[in-house]
């Protein structure tokens, strides 16, 4: 059974500081790693990772993946009181279909002004 | 950015009644998608459609569970005889192809009591 473990579970940081969040997985065959961002509703994508090494960026956050150790870390420099939420990390495993996707709980991210 | 849009946004019902969660995916994607959320847990996948059928399921879609595309817009999840533990934030999601980022809509949530 695939598996995604997320860390820290919660964390609670100063406006301006800055943060990573990991991802760790273990899968049967790997496609892709997505983070995702949860305020009130629904996930918001943030990245799509598929290669090693190659780090993805936007704005204040970005993102890398290693496909040899198995995990991903998503960083957000400079945080705001706007980046608090929950940061959801999940794998696609293409043996289970299309876009079955296996999700963490989640860190929770709590910026304080 | 076009949406994946889903009605209503909260349905309470009774124990043993049947529901109907209701969406709208992004008009030109071809694969849909279930997923929910227990409160305090991981999004977990449902199931997903394409071509007018069911690709791939979970243990947790049993015979309890069905999905729709009754016309060429809606996507439609129905619990016949809902019980407690279906209480949970249901979302829909959708994609053109596979290998993308899943648009989740913003989520119905159901209270079953």
């Known amino acids: 059974e695939d598996k995604v473990v997320q860390s820290p579970l919660s964390l609670v940081v100063h406006e301006g500081d800055t943060v990573t969040l990991n991802c760790s997985y273990e899968v049967t065959n790997f496609r892709s790693l997505l983070w995702y961002k949860q305020e009130k509703k629904a996930p918001t994508f943030l990245f799509m990772l598929t290669s090693s090494g190659i780090e993805k960026k936007s704005g204040r956050l970005s993102s890398i993946l290693d496909k040899k150790e198995l995990f991903s870390i998503l960083n957000i420099t400079a945080t705001q009181t706007g980046d608090s939420a929950i940061y959801l990390c999940a794998v696609d495993d293409p043996n289970f279909g299309n876009e079955k996707l296996t999700f963490g709980t989640g860190t929770r991210l709590t910026i304080i002004p | 950015e076009p949406e994946v849009t889903q009605t209503p946004s909260h349905q309470v019902t009774q124990m043993g009644q049947e529901v109907i969660l209701r969406c709208v995916p992004i008009?030109?994607?071809?694969?849909f998608y279930w997923y929910r959320q227990i409160l305090g847990q991981k999004v977990e996948f449902l199931v997903s459609f394409y071509n007018n059928e069911i690709s791939e399921k979970s243990e947790i879609f049993d015979d309890q569970f069905s999905v729709e595309r009754p016309d060429g817009s809606n996507f439609t999840l129905k619990i016949r005889s809902t019980k407690l533990e279906d209480s949970a934030m249901y979302f829909c999601a959708s994609t053109r192809t596979v290998n993308e980022k899943l648009f989740f809509g913003s989520g119905t949530q159901l209270s079953v009591l």
């Open positions: 008009s030109n994607h071809l694969y």
